[in-house]
């Protein structure tokens, strides 16, 4: 069975196979049986936060002490250091030029050619993000209290966050629906973006109201 029981995100590879994150390792299905991977495998932590997919059939394993990538033989780990701290890996997911882009921390980072780079947004060093994701078309990164930030067409858009009544402030997840629809889970209920803007989501108003939004 699961390497550990507690579960936090699952996905899918390119053979059909599930991978499940844990608080002690993660695990493959394969349909039949279950095969565990942990620091004794090459890990960088068991602390796995969460588990995707590339269009490489890579798996990559967000943990509280770097990002490791399971190339089908092995785990190659990388590590994020600023401010002297090393910093937990809140999203990472591959692009088509074979880099890698990650958030961790409230930093962006990209790896190529197995070397950690510092990314800046526009060449701002003050922004903080707290939320990262991408489709094939576009990048959305959030920043803390800043905005949206948008990258088409090899260009960085600057997305304000909407003026209400409370301080819109920050994203706390970006999900990527199947009807192709990009919402944002805030500390003001749900979003989508449309038309390079951020507008509220037509969920019911039960749903946009309750702020445990992270559980939906």
């Known amino acids: 069975g699961l390497v550990q029981s507690q579960a936090n995100s699952i996905c899918r590879d390119n053979m059909g196979h599930l991978w499940v994150s844990t608080m002690g390792?993660?695990?493959?299905?394969?349909?039949?049986?279950?095969?565990?991977?942990?620091?004794?495998?090459?890990l960088i932590s068991n602390i796995a936060y969460s588990v995707s997919c590339?269009?490489?059939?890579?798996?990559?394993?967000?943990t509280d002490k770097g990002l490791s990538v399971f190339n089908g033989r092995k785990f190659i780990s990388y590590t994020f250091n600023y401010n002297k701290k090393n910093h937990?890996?809140?999203?990472?997911?591959?692009?088509?030029?074979?880099?890698?882009?990650?958030?961790?921390?409230?930093?962006?980072f990209t790896i190529k050619n197995n070397v950690v780079e510092p990314y800046l947004v526009n060449n701002d060093t003050t922004l903080q993000f707290t939320a990262l994701a991408s489709n094939n078309a576009s990048i959305f990164a959030a920043a803390y209290k800043k905005g949206l930030f948008v990258y088409e067409n090899h260009n960085w858009l600057e997305v304000a966050y909407p003026k209400v009544k409370e301080e819109f402030c920050f994203v706390r997840k970006i999900d990527m629906a199947k009807n192709k629809s990009t919402y944002f889970l805030t500390n003001d209920g749900i979003y989508e973006y449309k038309f390079n803007d951020l507008a509220r989501s037509n969920f019911p108003k039960e749903i946009q109201e309750r702020n445990d939004i992270g559980c939906i």
């Open 88 to 108: 937990r890996v809140l999203n990472a997911f591959s692009t088509a030029s074979h880099e890698y882009m990650v958030l961790a921390g409230s930093r962006l």
């Open 54 to 62: 590339d269009s490489f059939n890579n798996i990559l394993i967000c």
């Open 25 to 42: 390792g993660v695990s493959c299905y394969d349909g039949k049986n279950f095969k565990n991977y942990t620091t004794n495998n090459g």
